[in-house]
């Protein structure tokens, strides 16, 4: 089995695994300015992991032109992939190539979707360019998948993005398929974190807090799994909370296909307890709203965007309020600049933030012990490790504790 890396090869963002030429692995972007794609490609069969666009966001450039390749991936994969699309063409002007960067698709292709989707559940085995392919519960977010490729001498498992600790959305992963070869993520290879309840303890108090004084919790979230853990884990604590942003209509998403996610009653529940915003909503409100002793779930996670552009800097200058960041914040993100200076460039103004800035680490991936007692059922496998900053430094560890390991670059064919 021949394999070669079109991207997320040590690095995090465009993921994009080719088999023998012919089924291809994800296909995602790495969000920058302007952002980054891997190469073009032609294959037979494609399988999306998970609707994250470092996995899937490049997706329609797949069925450009007369190419219609199958897609397979979960009923949630398939709502998230076009969902991002979507606001990929917004933020890109206007759905057309030519606008603030070159998009690698247009709206055609987004729609072409439709032509040549197959959705599968969990542990379903179905055929994809001559494979036999079978998804696995990850444990990342709804519908996200680990991808068992056996072609009758080769069994490759790609973990994909995985979560082996539970949280209020979903649970951990327990799948551990056989497999001679295993594409292990590394994005938490050096990171021990503190367990889930510790986290959500701190959060929930903290924001109670908060609230209890006459402030205002601004919490802002990826709009894709974050969002709903985070609307949950207030509704668990009975904290008063708004949901605004890109959220609102992945929320939608998963209602629709609620047997992905580990509890659909608390999910509902939970849903009833927050109060959502819609598309019709104006700054006039969210500046309202920012007045309210309540907790704000919104969007962009890093302050990169959305109406957190708003809610931030009605808060920003009063100690008795609360910025909660909820993962992790990329270098040179407003989020980063704002935990390492406690300023940042917030929708093109320099601010100064007095109010008390705190982050919580909910990421949905494994850490260094969640990824090591995954791999422990592994050892006798060739793991290759993509997928993280430190990729090369993870194969070496994982070498000298006796694994036959190795950290490919992008591009070259390996033969496994």
């Given at each position: 089995?021949?394999?070669?890396?079109?991207?997320?090869?040590?690095?995090?963002?465009?993921?994009?695994?080719?088999?023998?030429?012919?089924?291809?692995?994800?296909?995602?972007?790495?969000?920058?300015?302007?952002?980054?794609?891997?190469?073009?490609?032609?294959?037979?069969?494609?399988?999306?992991?998970?609707?994250?666009?470092?996995?899937?966001?490049?997706?329609?450039?797949?069925?450009?032109?007369?190419?219609?390749?199958?897609?397979?991936?979960?009923?949630?994969?398939?709502?998230?992939?076009?969902?991002?699309?979507?606001?990929?063409?917004?933020?890109?002007?206007?759905?057309?190539?030519?606008?603030?960067?070159?998009?690698?698709?247009?709206?055609?292709?987004?729609?072409?979707?439709?032509?040549?989707?197959?959705?599968?559940?969990?542990?379903?085995?179905?055929?994809?360019?001559?494979?036999?392919?079978?998804?696995?519960?990850?444990?990342?977010?709804?519908?996200?998948?680990?991808?068992?490729?056996?072609?009758?001498?080769?069994?490759?498992?790609?973990?994909?993005?995985?979560?082996?600790?539970?949280?209020?959305?979903?649970?951990?992963?327990?799948?551990?398929?056989?497999?001679?070869?295993?594409?292990?993520?590394?994005?938490?290879?050096?990171?021990?974190r503190d367990d889930r309840a510790s986290i959500e303890d701190a959060f929930a108090t903290s924001v109670a807090e908060t609230?209890?004084?006459?402030?205002?919790?601004?919490?802002?979230?990826?709009?894709?799994g974050r969002t709903q853990e985070l609307f949950m884990v207030c509704a668990a604590h009975d904290i008063p909370c708004y949901?605004?942003?890109?959220?609102?209509?992945?929320?939608?998403?998963?209602?629709?296909?609620?047997?992905?996610?580990?509890?659909?009653?608390?999910?509902?529940?939970?849903?009833?307890?927050?109060?959502?915003?819609?598309?019709?909503?104006?700054?006039?409100?969210?500046?309202?709203?920012?007045?309210?002793?309540?907790?704000?779930?919104?969007?962009?996670?890093?302050?990169?965007g959305g109406p957190a552009m708003t809610y931030v800097p009605e808060i920003a200058g009063n100690p008795q309020h609360e910025?909660?960041?909820?993962?992790?914040?990329?270098?040179?993100?407003?989020?980063?600049?704002?935990?390492?200076?406690?300023?940042?460039?917030?929708?093109?103004?320099?601010?100064?933030?007095?109010?008390?800035?705190?982050?919580?680490?909910?990421?949905?991936?494994?850490?260094?012990?969640?990824?090591?007692?995954?791999?422990?059922?592994?050892?006798?496998?060739?793991?290759?490790?993509?997928?993280?900053?430190?990729?090369?430094?993870?194969?070496?560890?994982?070498?000298?504790?006796?694994?036959?390991?190795?950290?490919?670059?992008?591009?070259?064919?390996?033969?496994?």
């Open positions: 089995m021949d394999l070669r890396f079109l991207g997320g090869a040590r690095e995090v963002g465009r993921s994009a695994i080719l088999v023998d030429d012919s089924l291809l692995l994800d296909y995602g972007m790495k969000p920058g300015t302007p952002p980054g794609y891997p190469e073009d490609v032609a294959p037979d069969a494609v399988v999306v992991s998970h609707g994250h666009l470092d996995h899937a966001g490049a997706v329609p450039a797949l069925v450009a032109g007369t190419r219609r390749p199958p897609i397979h991936w979960t009923p949630p994969t398939r709502d998230l992939t076009r969902l991002l699309a979507q606001d990929t063409l917004k933020l890109q002007g206007g759905g057309e190539r030519g606008g603030r960067y070159d998009c690698p698709f247009t709206r055609a292709e987004v729609a072409a979707l439709g032509e040549v989707s197959e959705t599968h559940g969990y542990q379903e085995t179905f055929e994809a360019a001559g494979y036999e392919v079978t998804l696995y519960d990850a444990g990342h977010i709804p519908g996200s998948a680990h991808v068992l490729v056996d072609d009758g001498d080769t069994r490759l498992l790609y973990t994909a993005d995985f979560n082996t600790e539970d949280q209020r959305l979903l649970a951990g992963t327990t799948a551990r398929p056989d497999a001679d070869v295993v594409i292990t993520e590394a994005t938490y290879a050096d990171v021990t609230i209890r004084g006459g402030g205002t919790a601004v919490v802002p979230a990826f709009a894709v949901v605004d942003g890109m959220g609102v209509a992945v929320t939608e998403r998963f209602t629709q296909t609620s047997e992905f996610l580990r509890d659909a009653d608390a999910f509902q529940a939970a849903r009833g307890h927050a109060r959502f915003l819609n598309k019709s909503t104006r700054n006039g409100q969210r500046k309202r709203i920012a007045d309210k002793p309540t907790a704000i779930v919104t969007t962009a996670g890093m302050l990169s910025l909660a960041l909820t993962g992790y914040q990329v270098e040179g993100t407003p989020g980063r600049e704002l935990l390492d200076t406690g300023s940042a460039e917030i929708d093109g103004r320099h601010l100064r933030v007095a109010a008390r800035v705190n982050s919580y680490d909910f990421s949905a991936h494994a850490d260094r012990e969640g990824l090591r007692t995954f791999l422990d059922d592994y050892r006798g496998s060739e793991v290759l490790v993509n997928h993280g900053d430190r990729c090369e430094w993870f194969a070496e560890q994982l070498r000298a504790d006796g694994f036959d390991a190795s950290a490919p670059d992008r591009g070259p064919t390996i033969t496994v």
